[in-house]
């Protein structure tokens, strides 16, 4: 998991929902041959996953950071092309979802948060998720940069280790998107709380992936996330 402060303020303010991918995710590992391998999404994936405009500059600029970085922290390697034909037809498979604040009396917005994200993470944790990072997104970076538009804004970054194990023997590449990042958020002056993560079939069409033993996890988890949301978010 990785991030840069500045490109990430300067694209959540402009596009909440990058937030799916705050912090960006990449898988590192080793092949039969014996070399490194490392793999992270492109722009254009990052673009259609969060419906952000490929030509977005912060976004170019992102991607750029992180292709320099690669060159160098690997200088005698060499970028790869994709073996598998992404079915995604440029979808981006996001998940979202609305939910009405109501403060109790004497009640804060501060409360009100805690109380959900205790739930959250009580509902989640026994059915085996792990929540590796945790941002708190007004904290860590808008009050740097003085931007109060958000009551709160933070994301989680959700793993399931008897999903990610059994994908990644098979498709290694499925780093790019693990953990799952989960952003939720309230703006100042709104009434609803929004939140939203990228659906596993992201993993799927762009990998191109048909197995049953990788397909199966992934969609079991997601759905339990789901009616977790449904159930704690009406």
Known sequence: MFMNTDLTYKLLKKYPSFGALTPLTMSIWEDSSGNMNIATLTYNGMARATKIPPNDKDLRAYAALVHKALRKAMPNGHFKKMFTKPTHQNRSFQINFTSEVELEDDATVEDFIEDFESEFEGELEPLGFLFPNYTNVQEEIFDDYEYNAYDFYHTYSICKFDVIYPVSKYHPEAGAWAPCSFYLY???????????????????????????????????????IVKVLDEIAQ
């Not at 709104?190 to 969609?219: A, C, Y």
């Open 186 to 224: 309230k703006k100042k002056g709104e009434k609803s709380m929004h939140m939203g993560f990228l659906g596993v079939e992201n993993w799927i069409t762009t990998l191109d992936i048909k197995d049953r033993q990788s397909i199966k996890p992934l969609k079991e988890a997601q759905g339990m």
